[in-house]
């Protein structure tokens, strides 16, 4: 069976998107999509033989359409995930699920009344051969219980349009999903220190930051957040054990040795970084779809966590003080199980 596959968003990542569907996963096809661009949309229709529709309500309403992609901007997504859910379509939506914990809460309320999973978050990491197999080294208990974990999540440059803020918002989001996700644990409180700002970066940003966080069972984290390093886009971790510790690999790359140096290129950005990640959650995705299943990534109750943990992150940068994360509520029966 071929998942027809409708697209909410046709800038960057959406186009990305319907590039991968239509060219790299086997059994999917794009049959609509929208922007607020409609030459945008129509152009990006054209490229995959998909028909350009005026809204986000009309790809998810279309009879071709068999489930739904929301790549729009963060503030739209939730509009689209609860009409996605009020037609019974699975949806697949990037970060974030919602901009406020209010709205993630809707569409927990809408998924658990419709009675079984329809949403998915785009939180790739979980789908990193590196994050994965990090996974598998804790949970078999090879170097003990967890006790620290030290990450770094740095950019190459940001623009202007790039706000303190969404270094949780739009950064740190990675981190939050995928430390929960690795430690089977939930964040309890958060801090941000406030290091010297790099000169390079605009005059309003707080560039870099660290952010430390405390989980129920007592790990500790830092994660650097730093947009500005000019040097490449780098992903860090190493998860500190009781009898060990596991880091993941730097991506791999020919190693040169040239005018008396010995050198391997840094990543530019995310995109390359995550390719193949992106690439396995698409494809483990749309298999549930065809086969009508369930998703079994990052549910809609892992999107809501991020969002209100990233809140709490925002509030913590602000005031400089420790800030418990009290507003979490305990996950219900709905998103149980083995994995968060
Ligand atoms: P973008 O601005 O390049 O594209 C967004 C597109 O959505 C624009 O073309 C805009 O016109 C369109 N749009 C906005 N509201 C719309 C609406 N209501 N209906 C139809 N179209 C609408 O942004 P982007 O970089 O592609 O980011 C899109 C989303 O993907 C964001 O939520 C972002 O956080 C997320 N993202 C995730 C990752 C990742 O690593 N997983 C990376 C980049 C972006
Ligand atoms: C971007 O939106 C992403 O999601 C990338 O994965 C992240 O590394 C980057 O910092 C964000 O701006």
């Known amino acids: 069976m071929t998942v027809r596959i409708g697209v909410i968003g046709t800038g960057m990542i959406g186009q990305d998107h319907i590039r991968r569907l239509t060219h790299v996963i086997t059994g999917t096809e794009v049959t609509a999509v929208c922007d607020l661009d409609t030459a945008r949309a129509e152009e990006v229709a054209a490229s995959v033989g998909a028909r350009a529709l005026p809204t986000g309500g009309a790809v998810i309403d279309a009879a071709d359409v068999d489930a739904v992609v929301v790549t729009s901007w963060g503030p739209t997504h939730a ?27 809707k569409i927990v309320s809408a998924e658990t009344a419709h009675g079984s999973r329809l949403v998915q978050v785009g939180f790739m990491r979980r789908y990193d051969a590196g994050y994965r197999e990090m996974r598998q080294v804790i949970t078999s208990g090879a170097i003990g219980a967890p006790l620290m974990v030290h990450c770094a999540h740095r950019n190459a440059t940001v623009p202007e349009s790039y706000t303190s803020a969404m270094a949780a ?11 929960r996700w690795l430690l089977d644990d939930e964040i309890r409180t958060v801090q941000v ?15 870099p930051q660290i952010m430390l966080f405390e989980t129920a069972e007592g790990v500790r984290i830092d994660l650097e957040v730093f947009v500005n390093c000019q040097y490449g886009y780098d992903i860090q971790c190493e998860t500190v054990g009781e009898e060990g510790l596991v880091r993941l ?34 494809r483990e995705w749309a298999e549930t779809v065809a086969a009508g299943t369930e998703p079994t990534g990052p549910s809609a109750w892992d ?17 400089g003080e420790i800030v418990h994360v009290d507003a979490l509520k305990e996950r219900p029966a709905f998103y149980g199980g083995a994995s968060r």
């Not at 509009?79 to 809460?105: M, R």
């Not at 950064?171 to 939050?176: C, D, G, M, N, S």
């Not at 790099?198 to 707080?206: E, V």
């Not at 999107?303 to 005031?319: K, P, R």
């Open 79 to 105: 509009e689209h995930v609860l009409a996605a859910i009020a037609a019974g379509k699975p949806v697949f939506c990037e970060k974030p699920l919602a901009t406020t914990a209010e709205d993630c809460l």
């Open 249 to 282: 690999p730097d991506p791999a790359g020919v190693a040169v040795r040239s005018a008396g140096r010995h050198s391997t290129a840094v990543l530019q950005d995310w995109k390359g970084r995550f390719e193949n990640a992106f690439d396995t959650e698409f």
């Open 169 to 179: 918002q739009d950064t740190a989001v990675h981190e939050i999903d995928v430390l």
């Open 303 to 319: 999107g809501y966590a991020a969002t209100v943990i990233t809140d709490a992150l925002v509030q913590a940068l602000e005031s």
């Open 193 to 207: 220190l406030r290091p010297r700002r790099t000169s390079k970066r605009y005059a309003h940003l707080q560039d």
